[in-house]
């Protein structure tokens, strides 16, 4: 544990995945779950975490109406509301995304009110500051195809994800000498089951944990 002193960190976790049935035992929720288990092990600092999922969440598509003109909200969607709160109360947010097409659907609405208000109160008011300029921001993208597509990943996933939050202020916490803009897995195999028309997705979970275990202990140090 290298991590000591007074600091205290609320850090968020957020499963961008969509898929019905699996909010608790999909691949994105399991990411999450590691990465609260990895920050509670490292930390000495005070760390809460919390884990959100976006399967619980029902955003509506952002408008234009520009209603949220001299407000942090969307006056028409409650469910938007309460996750962009969490969002800006937190210090450091970890957003996990599945490889939809391009990003999941749910995120890019959060993501659009998010400019939006952004935008529109920029506009109105030359001082006005959105509460999450100068905030962290973590990523860690994954899909269903093999190795082979890693690149892809994070050019399609990290790299338009990071240009998003980046366009409000927020920071992204890269990891490695390349300076990704998060990390990135595939699959290692698949499993055709009788009676299923999809295969199950076999994941190296060993791998997984040790590359997500270095991107953490490399975002929590350069906070710290």
Known sequence: MIYQ??????????????????????????????I?????????????????KLHDYNPAACNMCMVCTGKNECVYDSHFN??????CQADLVF????????????????FEKMQEICYVNGCRDRNYIFPLIGKRA?????????????PYYRTYILNTVASVLKSVGVKIATYGEQKDNGVVF???GYI?????????????WIQVEEMICGYVSETLYNII
């Open 95 to 110: 957003y996990v995304i599945p490889h939809y097409s391009i990003i999941p659907a749910k995120l890019t609405i959060i």
């Open 186 to 188: 595939g699959v290692s």
């Open 5 to 34: 002193g007074e600091i205290k960190l609320n850090i968020l976790c957020i499963s961008c995945s969509n898929v019905a049935g699996y909010s608790e035992t999909g691949t994105s929720a399991n990411v999450c779950r590691i």
């Open 192 to 204: 055709k089951k009788e009676g299923k028309d999809v295969p199950d997705m076999q994941i190296d």
């Open 82 to 87: 309460k996750l962009f709160q969490k969002i």
């Open 36 to 52: 609260k288990k990895l920050i509670e092990k490292q930390a000495v600092a005070s760390c809460t975490v919390d884990i959100e």
């Open 138 to 150: 973590a990523l860690i993208g994954h899909g269903g195809s093999p190795k082979e597509m890693e």
